[in-house]
């Protein structure tokens, strides 16, 4: 059955979701109507996406799907108060973090309520989603949810504390991996590399190695040895980030993410 999606929030995250959706063709422009807050970005979203984009939220009554890409403060201030008129059975998704299923179904008890933690390169569809499904949520509705997710890259129907969880390795990873490019693109230039071949060198070897990752389906440490031959160069280079605390500063970053997120949502809470 054909299905209307209303899409409330369209900035970075619910951007790289629906042009995700729309670009796979998961989500046709026939069938997707937007809602953004000023009337210059619903402009231009109109003319660079092919749907509909206004900058009021109405008719939301007759949508059978609502995606919310808003922002958790922003959601619990406005957006929920003004979805308590949805029907009876809308499915719901939210991607904000922090907002737990149980204030979300508190709020609008009539709809089916699903959480998502997708990340960035959904827009290409190499995302990673989390979904978790709410308490009215069932077998079919949540392979309609990963259906549609999967067409942003991977997704994993998890619970809702591995989603928090999620957040802050999937979610926030690609922003670590972006720290991480630029950090190997200055190496390359320190040692005489010119900046654009030292760019391409550590974007293509970033990404051709977690492609051989999921071609190859073998752990990290075993394509590691692979590369790290007795007394050669590789196992030197590793040896020197090891001592700098390359493994640490990456635990504590993902931790101190997720701490984060967990204040924050106490704070919306």
């Known amino acids: 059955m054909k299905k209307r999606i209303l899409f409330i929030g369209i900035g970075a995250m619910g ?17 997707v109507v937007g809602v953004v807050n000023t009337k210059i970005h619903a402009k231009a979203l109109t003319e660079e996406l092919g749907i509909p984009v206004s900058a009021e939220l109405n008719d939301v009554d007759s949508a059978d799907v609502i995606v919310l890409g808003v922002k958790p403060q922003i959601l619990q201030s406005s957006v929920l108060a ?6 009876k059975d809308c499915l719901i998704i939210s ?3 922090g907002i737990p299923l149980g204030t979300l179904e508190g709020a609008v008890p009539q709809a089916i309520w699903y959480r998502i933690m997708p990340n960035m390169p959904a827009a290409i569809g190499a995302g990673f989603v989390a979904v978790t499904a709410g308490t009215k949520g069932n ?4 392979a309609w949810v990963t259906n549609l997710l999967n067409s942003l890259g991977e997704s994993a129907v998890v619970s809702e504390a591995d989603l928090e ?5 999937a979610g926030a990873g ?9 950090a190997l693109s200055d190496a390359g230039v320190r040692i005489g590399l010119t900046r654009r071949l030292a760019l391409r060198a550590a974007i293509q070897t970033l990404y051709g190695a977690g492609l051989m990752a999921i071609k190859t389906e073998q ?9 790290t031959s007795p007394g ?9 980030m090891e001592k700098g605390g390359l493994r640490s500063a990456l635990h504590d970053g993902v931790v101190a993410c997720y701490q984060r997120a967990q204040e924050l949502g106490k704070k919306e809470n």
Not at 25 to 31: E, I, K, S, V
Request: proline share 3%.
């Open 15 to 31: 951007g790289a979701v629906l042009r995700g959706c729309l670009t796979s063709g998961a989500m046709t422009d026939a069938d």
């Open 82 to 87: 003004q979805l308590s008129k949805v029907k």
């Open 95 to 97: 991607m904000a973090a």
């Open 139 to 142: 077998d079919c509705l949540t």
């Open 165 to 169: 969880r999620l957040g802050a390795l």
């Open 174 to 182: 690609p922003g670590y991996a972006f720290v991480i490019m630029d």
């Open 219 to 227: 752990h990290p440490a075993v394509l590691r040895d692979k590369v």
């Open 232 to 240: 050669g160069t590789t196992i030197a280079g590793i040896a020197a």
